[in-house]
């Protein structure tokens, strides 16, 4: 099973981690935000949906993935577009797009307002 971890990392946590990765140390699938402000504003409820959908799926065409969570081909398409822009989704040179994981790991820890 291929399992991506959504988090909240730093720029310089990124970099550790891949400095690591590239002295042999397993890092995992990662996808990274600056600030949970992020993830929510990119991982919106509807998007969410989508990935929900898409999971462990293989490739589909948009139409498809709007047909699967039950909206509208344009909005899913422009949904799409800002997962891709983003680096969650991946695009094949025949148009159809894939969530190439089995499973979503979200890791952050809520503190108190400074």
Request: glycine share 6%; no cysteine.
């Amino acid at each position: 099973m291929k399992t991506v971890t959504l988090s909240i990392a730093s720029r310089e946590d990124v970099s550790r981690r891949a400095l690591a990765a590239f002295e042999g140390e397993a890092q995992g699938d990662h996808i990274s935000f600056t600030s949970i402000e992020l993830l929510w504003q990119t991982l919106t409820q509807k998007r969410w949906e989508l990935l929900k959908a898409m999971t462990g799926q293989g490739a589909l065409s948009i139409r498809e993935a709007a047909r699967r969570v039950g909206r509208d081909v344009k909005a899913v398409h422009r949904d799409v577009h800002i997962l891709l822009d983003a680096g969650i989704l991946e695009r094949f040179d025949d148009g159809r797009i894939v969530f190439a994981y089995d499973a979503v790991h979200v890791d952050f820890t809520l503190t108190k307002a400074a």
